[in-house]
């Protein structure tokens, strides 16, 4: 039987798209001493450490081993996960199995990028096949623009209705005293900046960020004892998929984000997400994610997101805030990226979030995405679960 | 903690190298290519559960986790699922140079398969490509064919 785990403190640095004053490991360690402070622990109550980034894009291949001086994990356990941009949910989860299992009592989970160090397309491209894909692919723009022109052809979404996406988040931004883009922008700016690939602009996609992102988690008993108001896991689950791009369903919606939503959400006893969940720190790498996959989270039937998210059910104030911190649009340190959601969930939690909080938040949600449109999905509450 | 950042003063160190690497194609990714070069045709592998038919043919069905062994003669013709014309600069790391933009990226149905073929297409104009659109396989000539991806050389749209 799994313990009961929960989220007792959250670190991050303060992102930017380039950090020539720390390496690596001089990064990750501002994150981690963030974390500890948050929840008044010092490195020797941390039982074990979890740390993932993309690791081909620094090119540093056991950065396990590597980054021990700034992670904390000198004689400690501590294992490296990569999945591509579900990375930082794949770490939150792999730290929360580790205490769940009985093994460890104090988890930390890092994920960290240094976007800065390589071409993030190139390095993108580098996750393809090397034989049949790497040729053609071109990064993650061109394959989340074939599902936008999918998506706008089945629901008639306009341009601007994922513009009004793009300007939510980073209007978000402007509270999150850690998000990288933290200037304001409107519809007209999302349409008058320069075309990637149609139908994303420069201004639907997320930039390039150096950044770091650590979360502590503990087991029941232990928990209480740290934080006065943990975020307790209610549940989670992960759905990878195939990794040929060409065994891919446009047309069938973002399948795993859908199966991963159902399984998570049972687990936890949601059963309508927009009444039941009163926050969402969504991995929207783009735009379009903000319109098509709260469909596939059932925030709202298909074809239906333009209109829920214009009438701003989504923004602060609204039904179910969707990125309070500002969202991958405003920071996008890739390994980091899918902890940040868990943590910033958390955070909603705890009640920590300053000017970026939601009122009375029981139930939060942070979802993980990349690879081949893989999904995590993580429900964390103020209350235990059963 | 690091405050004031002087970035005059901050060093980078550049790696330009390439890494040679040497991937194996395997016995059915090895046959596809020799149709090209042998035959200019594509040849496809059905899995004996779910009945799909996978382009180009791979050893196992992901879904059944069944072992695929029967080989499908294809056409070289298919059409057009999916397409992003890519306006960006990146480098390519199979060249470590810029590739030339801009380019058509596709997401091609080959007739008689069931998965999706990605590849080129050679019209860079989107308002003259359409999702539905039949497309063909223009292969290099048979003396400059390596056994690659690039043996196509891209894909041309059929009804303009």
Not at chain 1, 106 to 117: H, Q, T
Not at chain 1, 207 to 233: M, N, Y
Not at chain 1, 317 to 334: A, E, F, H
């Amino acid at each position: 039987m799994a313990r009961r785990v929960a989220i007792v403190g959250t670190g991050q640095t303060d992102h930017c798209s380039h950090r020539p004053d720390v390496d690596g490991r001089e990064m990750i360690h501002e994150a981690v001493i963030r974390a500890l402070d948050d929840c008044e622990l010092t490195i020797r109550d941390i039982d074990a450490i979890v740390i993932g980034n993309m690791d081909h894009f620094e090119s540093i291949n056991y950065v396990d081993t590597w980054s021990v001086e700034g992670s904390g994990g000198v004689m400690k356990p501590i294992m490296k996960i990569t999945t591509g941009g579900t990375t930082g949910t794949s770490v939150a989860i792999a730290a929360y199995y580790h205490v769940a299992s009985g093994l460890f009592d104090r988890v930390l989970a890092i994920g960290w990028e240094k976007n800065s160090e390589s071409d993030t397309t190139a390095a993108i491209i580098t996750c393809s096949d090397p034989i049949w894909d790497r040729f053609s692919y071109s990064g993650a723009i061109p394959s989340l623009a074939t599902e936008a022109v999918g998506y706008m052809n089945r629901s008639g979404a306009t341009q601007e209705d994922a513009a009004r996406v793009a300007v939510r988040d980073r209007t978000h931004a402007l509270n999150n005293p850690h998000a990288h883009l933290r200037k304001p922008i409107t519809v007209q700016d999302v349409m008058d900046s320069p075309m990637l690939a149609y139908p994303i602009k420069l201004l639907d996609v997320c930039p390039r960020t150096d950044g770091a992102c650590a979360v502590v988690f503990a087991a029941e008993g232990t928990a209480e004892k740290i934080a006065p108001k943990p975020a307790w896991i209610k549940s989670c689950a992960v759905r990878h998929s195939i990794t040929w791009f060409g065994d891919f369903d446009f047309n069938a919606g973002l399948m795993s984000l859908q199966r991963a939503a159902k399984e998570a959400f049972d687990r936890a006893g949601i059963k309508n997400p927009v009444e039941d969940l009163d926050v969402a720190e969504l991995y929207l790498p783009y735009s379009y994610a903000g319109l098509k996959w709260i469909e596939d989270l059932g925030f709202c039937g298909p074809g239906e997101a333009p209109e829920f998210v214009g009438e701003g059910n989504t923004d602060m104030g609204g039904k179910i805030p969707i990125n309070p911190s500002g969202g991958v649009i405003s920071t996008n340190c890739i390994g980091a990226t899918a902890l940040i959601r868990v943590a910033e969930a958390a955070i909603q939690v705890m009640g920590k979030g300053g000017k970026r909080q939601v009122p009375d938040v029981v139930n939060a949600l942070a979802t993980g995405f990349g690879g081949c449109f893989w999904s995590d999905v993580v429900v964390m509450s103020t209350q235990r679960p059963y | 903690m690091t405050t004031g950042r002087d970035y005059s003063k901050l060093l980078t160190v550049k790696f330009d190298r390439a890494m040679p690497y040497e991937w194996s194609v395997g016995k059915y990714g090895s046959r596809f290519f020799r149709e090209i070069i042998e035959h200019q045709r594509f040849v496809g592998i059905r899995c004996p559960k779910c009945n799909k038919v996978y382009t180009p043919p791979r050893r196992i069905c992901g879904p059944c986790f069944e072992e695929l062994h029967e080989l499908v003669e294809l056409s070289t013709t298919g059409t057009l699922v999916a397409f992003s014309v890519v306006n960006y600069p990146f480098p390519d790391p199979n060249t470590g140079q810029q590739r030339p933009i801009p380019y058509t990226y596709g997401y091609i149905n080959i007739d008689g398969s069931d998965s999706i073929f990605s590849h080129i297409i050679n019209e860079t104009d989107a308002e003259r490509i359409r999702v539905g659109m039949k497309v063909r396989a223009v292969f290099k000539d048979k003396a400059e064919m390596r056994g690659d991806i690039q043996d196509i050389k891209y894909f041309e749209l059929l009804n303009k």
